[in-house]
């Protein structure tokens, strides 16, 4: 068997560490690059890696990148809170440095270059159709503008030698070594366990589409794995039709995995207009990608482990990526530029 060995970026984040397990357990040789803000916290044991570089994206040079056949692309500011906060910083990590991180790629002969990219490039529809990867785009937020410029960029190097996959991400749940509580499943899940209902920061009505973190790195590895001609090029949703809900019904299935438990609705975020209800079927056309879990089956899984580890705060570093960085930063850790001091 030739041995595969993947770049992955972002490898200590929420998906990277549920991706370095995975892709080791399919017997990849793994090579991690990760500038390490969740590096010192394990929610549930992680997989060690071969060789891990911590290293930030913007620096990456080619050395780093010989010998490798192959690159997942996740290093990011990954959440639009994160995203507001220096959307210049936001836009020189997620699209320039990703921009460099391809070229060098393709200069150096590594074909497969996939790109993490999310759903809310799509940003406010608020019609209740399904949007396909030819559907016109609306990000709102600095970082859904960075991945719909990174998505453009790479396009423009595809080659018959370098490959690019875009990967529009549903939002992700499901425990993971790295943690995150700010995701929406996670969080009223968080909730749940915490207080005993759930609060909706919204009216509830924006559509989301939602899959689990392992179904998610299914979807990286089938991308891997896939004949080049079947993926050259190609930009896939990721996720499932029938697991678009609006945040309500989200709410009300975590809240069925409680007995007699409530769902409040805050209506707090009115200016949260992200919405988009999103079509799946290609990637399960092309790359017979069905995803296993359903939202029900994350509430459960996170709740569980909530009980297990007997959290009684969910919403702190670093858990909540936004407060994870300010606690760096508080601590002179980082800069505003988000480089480590020293
Ligand atoms: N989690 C989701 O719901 C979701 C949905 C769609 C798309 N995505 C995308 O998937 C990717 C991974 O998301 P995640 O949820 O695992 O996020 P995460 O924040 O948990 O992980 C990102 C990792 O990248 C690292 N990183 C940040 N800036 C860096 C830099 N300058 N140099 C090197 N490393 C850096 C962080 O330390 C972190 O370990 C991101 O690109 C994100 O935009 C996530």
Redesign the pocket.
Known sequence: MIEIKVLV??N?????SVLTNYLIKKDFEVIG??????KDYAYVPRTKVSKQMI????TVEIDDIKGINGIVH?????NDPLGELNPQITYD?NHK?SIKLAKLAKDVGIERFIF????SVYGSYQGGDFLSEKSELGPITAYAKS?VMTEKDLSKLADKSFCPVILR????YGVSP?M?YD?VVNNMTGHLYTKGYIEMKSNGMPWRPNIHVLDVCTAFYKCLIAPIDEIHHQIFNVGMNSENYRVKEIADIIASVKKDSEVKCLNLNPKDARSYRVDFTKINDILKFQPKYKVKDGAKEVYQSLEQKKLSEFEIAPYI?LKQIKKLMNENKINEN?EWIN
């Open positions: 970026t972002g200590l984040g929420y998906i990277g690059l990760d500038n390490g803000f969740f290293k930030d994206i913007r996740l290093a990011a500011i990954s990590v440095a993490s990219s999310s759903c991945k991400n549903a939002t992700v790295r995150r995701l990526t988000l």
